[in-house]
């Protein structure tokens, strides 16, 4: 597939392949760590979902509480002794489809982040307008919606939803542990990364640290990933964005 | 246009009521039970304290109550402490604004200077390690961060004592004010985005033709690129982040044990008492409101061709 890209004037042709050669290692890194992301988190929902899991999430062991990682649970445990590995797999139940939702929602209707996305493709749509293959595109007498839903959205406008759905799943990801480190959102004893944050809380304080900050690190490292890929992705599909 | 903006400012804050109001009678638990506690009331019971307390049945009879009362000026009182919520409000909002506006001095403290400095030819590999580094600090969980503040400067060195809320004046305490103030600046999630747009910005300005102009007459560059590429993304930032510094407000507040509207909105939902989480979330909405009319404002004075629609 080629895509048409404006530079000094003048629609200049590119590939895919190329792009990816022209980015700079900064960028292949940020998206490298991205995906792995993406797909870590992915991976770790199904599993959650048929439920292979290390150990049971809602399991005590009493013997070891607040226990460090190490053989036995591999992140350690909690402060009742449940596995910490298990229970962040099964946390990302808590945002996972809730998140896509919100996000296609936001794409598609236009709820939460819309008037953003809308301004965007709207500015987008402007700038492609004038281009020389939409022109030609009508004087071959291809009908506008065709057009407008074709070459215009599904060609061009397709990296830009990729873009902002991951950098809007960074987003639901943030207001998930947000709601349900404060209590309004999945409740103890399920488990959420936010609520697991909360449950260590007291045992924090007194330099038990790992409980908290096991949950804090996943949503740390997450979070982090869906932002670098959003915006490494940005810098390579949408090179100098359209004024 | 004054009027015009007057009334979808009503407006706005009359669907928000409106929303926040069926959320509050859609979701389990109501503030009678709460008073009821542990009595096992049973219906009679109820309709006895709806009754003593003059409360309308229906939750569209309670709605337009409230109304009615919000167009006299009363926000009513809370069903838990009998306090009036204006007060209350009144008493905590202060406290609120300081965390809210303070922190956002300190996101922009840590966004602009990145921001410019990467926007600037010179930006190489100490660019990358600082943009690397705004999008590390905007992904950690504010929650967390204020945990490892709290245990390093309470528990660990004893700089503060360990509780702020007491009668005599604390030892550093309008250092310990500052603790929540830059927890929440740093970790509230919008320094990497606000960063990314501004520079974003700036630097398609300087690539601007009139930007060219004015380096080729030896004007200062900067005064020229500073409306376009400098004033206008910040408050398009500054008016598009303040949802979520009042979201992060509402954890930082508990962290700190913050004696703000956060703090006050999470214990009346604990309680359902309605009457203080509609004042607040109506004081919320008209800050939020407040902020995209400031921005309004800024984009007319820049380009008054926008004024006109």
């Known amino acids: 597939m080629r895509r048409y890209r404006e ?21 292949r890194a940020a998206i490298g760590y991205g995906l792995l992301v993406v797909g870590l988190v992915a991976v770790s929902y199904v599993l959650g979902a048929v439920g292979w899991l290390p150990d049971d999430p809602s399991r005590m062991d009493m013997a070891r509480l607040n226990a460090p990682p190490g053989a036995g649970h591999l992140l350690g445990t909690d402060f009742l002794g449940r596995d910490i590995l298990s229970r962040l797999i099964v946390g990302i139940q808590a945002y996972f489809l809730p998140g896509l939702l919100a996000v296609a929602i936001s794409l598609a209707l236009g709820i939460t982040g819309a008037p953003a996305i809308a301004s965007i493709i709207a500015g987008k749509i402007q700038f492609l307008r004038q281009k020389s293959f939409i022109e030609a595109a009508h004087v071959l007498g291809l009908p506008t919606r065709v057009i ?21 799943m960074g987003e639901a990801i943030l207001v998930e542990t947000s709601l349900s480190y404060l209590g309004f959102g999945v409740q103890e004893p399920t488990a959420s990364w936010g609520n697991m944050v909360q449950a260590g809380a007291n045992y924090f304080f007194h ?30 599909l949408e090179p100098k964005s359209a004024s | 246009m004054a009027a015009r903006e007057l009334a ?18 859609l979701s389990p638990g109501d503030p009678f039970s709460v008073l009821l506690e542990g009595q096992a009331p049973g219906h009679a019971a109820r309709a006895s304290v709806h009754e003593a307390l003059g409360v309308p049945t229906t939750w569209y009879g ?16 809370s069903i838990r402490t009998g306090v009036p919520v204006a007060g209350e409000i009144a008493r905590a909002g202060p406290n609120t604004l300081y965390l809210t506006l303070g922190s956002l001095l ?61 009668a005599e004046p604390a030892r550093h305490g309008w250092l310990y004010g500052l603790l929540p103030i830059v927890v929440l600046g740093v970790a509230n999630g919008t320094v990497s985005e606000v960063t990314r747009h501004l520079r974003g910005e700036l630097g398609r300005v300087l690539t601007e033709d009139y930007i060219r102009t004015a380096r080729a007459k030896g004007a200062p560059v900067w005064r020229h690129a500073f409306k376009e590429g400098f004033l206008l993304p910040m408050t398009e930032m500054i008016a598009s982040k303040i949802p979520f510094v009042i979201g992060g407000a509402i954890i930082v507040e508990q962290v700190f044990n913050w004696p703000g509207l956060g703090r006050m909105v999470w214990q009346a939902a604990q309680d359902r008492d309605f009457p203080v989480i509609m004042g607040i979330a109506l004081v919320a909405a008209a800050f939020v409101r407040l902020a995209s009319l400031l921005r309004a404002v800024i984009y007319a004075g820049v380009n008054p061709r926008t004024a006109t629609d």
């Open chain 1, 7 to 27: 530079s000094t004037g003048e629609v200049a042709e590119r590939s895919e392949r190329s792009r990816w050669r022209a980015a700079t290692l900064t960028d």
């Open chain 1, 148 to 168: 407008v839903a074709k070459h215009i959205l599904w060609y061009n406008c397709a990296p830009l939803l990729i873009i902002q759905a991951t950098l809007g």
């Open chain 1, 207 to 236: 330099g038990k640290f790992w409980p908290s900050t096991a949950p804090a690190l996943a949503i740390l490292g997450t979070i982090l990933g869906f932002h670098l890929l959003g915006d490494g992705l940005n810098r390579l």
């Open chain 2, 8 to 25: 979808l400012t009503a407006l706005l804050l009359l669907g928000v009521s409106l929303v926040v109001f069926v959320i509050l009678n």
């Open chain 2, 62 to 77: 309670r709605y337009l109550a409230w109304l009615g009362n919000i167009a006299r000026g009363n926000l009513g009182t």
């Open chain 2, 106 to 166: 300190v996101t922009l403290l840590l966004a602009v200077p990145v921001a410019l400095y990467s926007a600037s030819r010179a930006a190489g590999a100490l660019a990358r390690g600082l943009r690397l580094a705004v999008y590390l600090v905007s992904a950690v969980p504010v929650f967390w961060l204020g945990y490892v503040v709290i245990y390093l400067f309470i528990h660990r060195f004893g700089v503060f004592p360990l509780l702020s809320g007491s």
